[in-house]
């Protein structure tokens, strides 16, 4: 079965370059553009990962994995954060929210994302 | 669970931001190879380019050495970095690397005079409950 993927991405250049590579992997990848629409697409139809950007309007990515965390309907959903910030606080916090991977968004990002879910099996 | 194998040592000259970002690619792909889970290495890796980035803005380069090493039965990943001559007027680098914080990522962080050289070495345990 396809596995599918949740990708909260503001930008939509960057949630197409990430839509595309997930893609070539067989991997359904539906996209949220803020933080709201995330959650409550991930709430509505839990996917099997989820792909969070840290910085996003109306509800930051910190505050999503948190809401998600502590919804036993999506406690369990992994969720690999992308960040544009690559300070040790930074990656601590999103890891101690219970993300599974912090993956900085430089241009190795893509090939680290699918080796997380790899990884994870998913792949 | 032990896990991986024995990785030669690798230097990594840095004297730029790509360097940087090369080198924290650098060790998630040994760390995903000697088979740490993902917060691992995204741990290690921030660490390493959180470091490698203060010490560039200090010294302007700098060479770092990862290699797997036996300590105590455990086997660690180890990166080093040779950050210049121990500072005569008694200035710690500690402060400055914030090691406080990096402490939090890894299993060991820390700055040690050999032969009148301050060295910073990095550590953590290869040996892991399996996990994802």
Not at chain 1, 71 to 98: F, K, S
Not at chain 2, 32 to 49: H, N, Y
Not at chain 2, 106 to 121: F, P, Q
Request: aromatic share 4%; hydrophobic share 45%.
């Amino acid at each position: 079965m396809q596995q599918r993927i949740l990708l909260i991405e503001d930008s939509r250049t960057q949630a197409l370059r990430f839509q595309l590579e997930l893609a070539r992997y067989g991997l359904a990848v539906e996209v949220a553009c803020d933080g709201l629409i995330g959650l409550a697409a991930a709430r509505s139809q839990p996917p099997d990962a989820i792909v969070l950007d840290v910085d996003l309007p109306e509800l930051d990515g910190y505050s999503v994995c948190r809401a998600l965390k502590a919804d036993p309907a999506t406690a369990h959903i992994p969720i690999v954060m992308l960040t544009r910030c690559d300070e040790a606080q930074d990656a601590l916090a999103g890891l101690q929210l219970g993300a599974v991977d912090y993956i900085p968004k430089d241009a190795f990002a893509e090939h680290n994302l699918v080796q997380a879910f790899q990884q994870l099996g998913l792949i | 669970m032990h896990l991986g194998s024995a990785v030669s040592p690798k230097r990594i000259h840095m004297t730029t931001e790509y360097h940087v970002i090369a080198m924290r690619q650098e060790v998630r792909q040994i760390t995903r190879t000697l088979g740490l889970g993902l917060a691992e290495q995204a741990k290690i890796a921030t660490a390493m380019s959180t470091i490698a980035r203060v010490i560039l803005a200090r010294n302007r380069s700098a060479v770092f050495t990862l290699q797997t090493i036996d300590q105590d039965a455990q086997a660690m990943l180890e990166i080093a970095c040779v950050l210049g001559p121990v500072p005569v007027d008694g200035t710690q680098p500690e402060p400055l690397l914030n090691l406080a914080n990096i402490r939090l990522l890894v299993d060991e962080a820390l700055v040690s005079d050999d032969a009148g050289e301050a060295i910073l070495r990095v550590r953590m345990r290869l040996t892991r409950v399996a996990r994802r």
